[in-house]
């Protein structure tokens, strides 16, 4: 009887270390601005969460209670990808702080090419921020859509690249701002990363921003990803800056 358990023990212990072998390690789509080209493997869904603190040079201060992504992966190198946040703002004049929720954003990204050699992987990635759902006072008159073109390179086993472009439209007017970015992260270590990346936002009829974001990520597991990051404004590195960590996992 001893005997039996035993090896009914040892016969499941291998099939997990086996299911664990097969299982693909998550490529979150969090922390950072610069999105890489992969998408989730075929009926693979993921939560990414995320929190932080923003201070603005007005004086205004956001409190990110809770920002979401949900992805699933649709087809083969196709998923779909459904995200919002809570926020807690003050403008820098009131005594107290609101509630709101940003407006739900919904789209669908695509891995178009596979790397090869020194080409990159590439990936598309088109969203539209809803009109009708969110807290009023967030929520774009029309509705407004996204496109990204990303980019991304595994220099080594340690070293990587990544690089985005996009138009983006606020809803509001149709003239769209032009979004550029670019991301060089090192793996410390098999679980442990470090990344550093500019992205820029620019306006032709607006003042432009360029933003730098550095921090850290770990992997406990292939299914789940910590995160801790730093925003600066690039021009005046005391004008504006903001705090975040967070959580990405593969549900299944």
């Known amino acids: 009887m001893k005997h039996s358990v035993l090896f009914t023990l040892i016969m499941l212990l291998a099939c997990l270390c086996h299911a664990q072998d097969e299982l693909p390690t998550l490529s979150a789509d969090r922390p950072g601005y610069t999105w890489g080209?992969?998408?989730?493997?075929?009926?693979?869904i993921s939560w990414e969460n995320g929190f932080g603190f923003e201070s603005g040079a007005d004086g205004s201060r956001t409190f990110t209670l809770?920002?979401?992504?949900?992805?699933?992966?649709?087809?083969?190198?196709?998923?779909?990808r459904v995200g919002t946040d809570l926020l807690l703002l003050n403008d820098g004049q009131a005594m107290e702080s609101s509630f709101a929720m940003s407006p739900l954003t919904i789209g669908t990204?695509?891995?178009?090419?596979?790397?090869?050699?020194?080409?990159p992987s590439i990936g598309l990635l088109a969203e539209f921020k809803s009109p009708h759902v969110g807290s009023k006072e967030l929520l774009p008159s029309h509705l407004a859509p996204s496109m990204y073109l990303m980019f991304e390179h595994e220099i080594n086993d340690r070293l990587w690249l990544c690089y985005d472009t996009s138009v983006e439209w606020d809803g509001e007017t149709a003239v769209p701002q032009t979004f550029l970015s670019l991301a060089i992260g090192f793996n410390i270590t098999d679980d442990i990363g470090a990344f550093v990346e500019t992205y820029n936002y620019l306006h032709p009829e607006q003042e432009n921003q360029y933003?730098?974001?550095?921090?850290?990520?770990?992997?406990?597991?292939?299914?789940?990803?910590?995160?801790?990051e730093c925003d600066l404004d690039f021009q005046d590195f005391g004008r504006y800056y903001a705090l975040g960590c967070g959580v990405a996992w593969m549900i299944n």
Do not use: C
């Open 37 to 44: 080209a992969e998408v989730l493997p075929l009926h693979k």
């Open 66 to 80: 809770n920002s979401t992504i949900v992805r699933y992966g649709i087809f083969q190198n196709v998923e779909l």
């Open 109 to 119: 990204k695509l891995k178009v090419f596979e790397s090869s050699n020194w080409l």
């Open 211 to 228: 933003m730098t974001e550095f921090g850290f990520t770990w992997m406990p597991s292939r299914r789940v990803q910590l995160d801790i």
